[in-house]
């Protein structure tokens, strides 16, 4: 059974816990934690020597590198058909973003859109998954030119950000999403990795 952190925040108070705390509380109490993966929320560090309690896979988002930003026009790219230029604004500064994402591709040569799309936004220097490669290769960010356009960040699918294995689109944000803020405190989880284990049956005496 998958179960996420922000679910269990809806239903009893877990705060001052971390998600080592409640994996252990949740085994104690005959729920065994096989695994946590982690989608944004900071990873647990270890000193030498110390034993790590549950295994444990995923990416903590840097709070300055990957972000809340919205996508103002999506433009044509100059070279290449089935790529486009997004004008997107981080909270700080507007940028162009190169992408070849199918959802919003038929929002190119529309003119500035009437409602900014909320978008995940990982800028130059951002540590998240290669979309491209299979299984989960990690990748940090660095400017490169693409058929001719400087590419030097870009809007993340979940494959990019260790969420789930989809990379056919971008992250699509609720309209209310904070601009600037950092993506873990808007979307930043742990997903616990329950068995569920059958009760001793007893026969009677």
Known sequence: MKLPISWLKDFIDIDGLTVED??????LAGLEVDEILYAGLPMPTYGAGEKHEFKTNGIGWDREKLVVAEIR????H???DKLTLLDLFDGQQ??????GAPNIFHLKGAGKLP???KVAYAKEGATIYDGHADGLVLTTLKRAKIRGVDSY????SEKELGITEEHEGIILLDDD???GMPLVDY?????LDISILPNMARNAM
Do not use: F, H, W, Y
């Open 94 to 99: 507007e940028q162009v973003v190169l992408t």
């Open 115 to 117: 409602k900014p799309i």
């Open 187 to 191: 979307i930043g989880d742990a997903v």
């Open 73 to 76: 026009e999506v433009k044509a």
């Open 153 to 156: 960040s870009m809007v993340c």
């Open 177 to 179: 999403a904070p601009v």
């Open 78 to 80: 100059p070279n290449a």
């Open 22 to 27: 409640i994996a252990r509380k949740l085994t």
